[in-house]
């Protein structure tokens, strides 16, 4: 209701009674301004599509109502075109869950306790694939033969997924459940098989959980996290031309050291090669246009530029410093200067 006081958002997240240090939020629910429950539901048309403009005006002046945060971020990180309807977006939706599925039913063949509700912290291989665990299963698993390169590179990772996970948002009571302990893991697991480019940096975890208390389904909070670190790598790597160049160098003279780092370079300089591309004809196609939450991280990155180029030696730094950011950002700033971008990035567009 228009004039009532704004509500903290606190409540919304539990904090366990003995974190009596734990700041408190400065997002406030502001009636009339806050994107609502019911505002979001009549943005869109009976087939289903979103009216994306007015949304973006609603969340730029009040935010988002923690009650709908996780299915709003779904088309603020592009899991969704705002245009797509009820009907194709469950489409979608059913058909990611079957792939997530399919991917953890994988990993589970290689490392079973993927997926059984447990996770692990201490090693269980080292780097020439010996157990490194006295697990009987960790030992079974051993004894059928040599484990192939990119198993154990897999595996190297899980315990250090394992002790980032129970450092994660340990002040909220919704990590005081083993299950979200061991969604997040299993998340965090699955996307380092996928994803073996990527593999798990340090601070993911910090990156994922919100996805978790966000979504419900697992498979669908995988789906965000998936194109949130899709974004992270163009943005972080393609936004700020210096940024790009210089990992782009770093990581070409390091590709004479390895063959991990050769698939790396590979990987950034295939990422390059999408958003020049998508710059250059983006505004000579009738494909759906960049997202705003293209524009909004980007002027966090442009804020963050200097120390990102100063500081950041490689992946695990960028996301990091990225990492530090939460909880610490001038959300109200960040939506003013993705505006200014996205503006700009229009005007250049018409040019073109």
């Known amino acids: 209701m228009w004039g009532a006081p704004a509500e903290p958002a606190d409540s919304y997240y539990e904090v366990r009674p003995e974190c009596t240090d734990v700041p408190k939020t400065r997002f406030k629910i502001k009636p009339g ?3 609502s429950a019911r505002k979001w539901q009549a943005a869109f048309t009976p087939e289903g599509q979103l009216d994306i403009g007015k949304t973006l005006s609603r969340i730029h002046r009040g935010g988002i109502h923690p009650s709908i945060r996780g299915e709003v971020w779904e088309f603020l990180l592009g899991c969704y075109e705002p245009k797509s309807t009820f009907d194709e977006r469950e489409e979608i939706r059913q058909r990611r869950r079957l792939q997530y599925s399919a991917w953890k039913e994988e990993c589970h063949q290689i490392f079973p306790v993927v997926g059984s509700g447990k996770f692990i912290t201490a090693p269980v291989v080292t780097e ?3 157990s490194a665990s006295s697990s009987k299963m960790v030992k079974e698993l051993l004894s059928h033969g040599p484990l192939d390169k990119k198993v154990i590179q ?3 990772t899980l315990h250090q997924i394992g002790l980032d ?3 994660t ?3 909220l009571v919704f990590y005081e459940k083993q299950e979200n302990l061991s969604k997040l893991w299993d998340i965090l697991a699955v996307y380092a098989w996928v994803d073996r480019d990527v593999g798990y940096c340090q601070g993911m975890s910090d990156l994922c959980s919100p996805m978790i208390i966000l979504l419900e389904n697992e498979a669908d909070a995988f789906w965000c996290f998936e194109r949130l670190m899709r974004r992270l790598m163009m943005w972080a790597l393609e936004y700020d031309p210096h940024l790009f160049y210089l990992y782009e160098e770093a990581e070409s003279a390091a590709s004479t050291k390895s063959e991990g780092s050769k698939a790396k ?3 950034i300089r295939q990422c ?5 591309e998508n710059m250059k004809n983006g505004a000579k196609t009738s494909e759906a246009p960049l997202p705003i939450s293209v524009f909004l991280v980007a002027s966090v990155l442009k804020d963050k530029s200097s ?3 100063q500081e950041a030696r490689g992946l695990d730094d960028v996301v990091k410093i990225l990492n530090d950011m939460t909880g610490n950002l001038d959300a109200k700033k960040a939506c003013i200067g993705a505006m200014k971008l996205h503006k700009k990035y229009l005007k250049k567009a018409k040019q073109t």
């Open 33 to 35: 301004k806050t994107l």
């Open 128 to 130: 020439d694939g010996i």
């Open 154 to 156: 897999w595996m190297l």
């Open 165 to 167: 996970v129970i450092r």
């Open 169 to 171: 948002d340990r002040t």
């Open 265 to 267: 370079a590979k990987s």
């Open 272 to 276: 390059g090669k999408y958003e020049r």
């Open 307 to 309: 120390k990102l180029l």
